[in-house]
């Protein structure tokens, strides 16, 4: 921002938007003090204790954590990916998901951070617009993190029996996988 006499003159590409982005946070902090201090909440005191219950989840969750990052680590290093790869790449073309896109699908419900990896990569070597790369985003924006998520929120809660929450995960990233081929196809 450059200022002349008393004038503000925004600098290119800035905009009264990018104030208002920056402030939100602050804004939604301090509206949430204040509020609590207009109701007689000792604030401080409420958020020491949160951030104490904080710490003892992060405690109680970690070991699945780890198992998890374990077990993805295991699963790319071991080369298991790119052979269940080769076995899979006739079946994605039938349903129209090219090959290129599988490594995604795979490490996706498994690790946020892998599949975020492998998502970056796909877009370097095949670029965002193409086919690829549109399926790769969607697909990116429409699958959870589903083994990742039930590991670690269920096993923070302690409860061993996930029932049908699996399989019902696992048919919601199904039919968002078959949604981004073909929306990729109708829209591009």
């Known amino acids: 921002m450059l200022q002349d006499n008393g004038k503000i003159f925004l600098k290119k590409g800035e905009d009264n938007l990018d104030y208002i982005i920056k402030a939100i946070i602050p804004i939604i902090i301090f509206t949430v003090v204040s509020y609590g201090v207009f109701k007689g909440v000792k604030v401080y005191e409420c958020f020491v204790e949160g951030a104490k219950e904080g710490i003892i989840i992060c405690i109680r969750i970690f070991p699945y954590l780890l198992a998890m990052i374990i077990a993805v680590a295991v699963f790319r290093e071991s080369r298991a990916l790119d ?102 196809r109708i829209m591009f």
């Open 83 to 184: 052979y269940f790869i080769a076995v899979v790449k006739p079946v994605v073309k039938i349903i129209g998901l090219p090959p290129e896109v599988v490594p995604l699908v795979l490490i996706k419900p498994l690790s946020g951070s892998g599949a975020l990896g492998i998502f970056a990569e796909t877009l370097k070597e095949f670029g965002p617009d193409s086919y690829i790369g549109r399926v790769s985003s969607i697909i990116m924006g429409s699958t959870e993190t589903i083994f990742y998520t039930i590991t670690v929120y269920f096993g923070a809660v302690g409860i061993k029996k996930i029932r049908h929450t699996l399989w019902a995960a696992v048919m919601a990233d199904i039919a968002s996988i078959i949604a981004a081929v073909t929306i990729t």
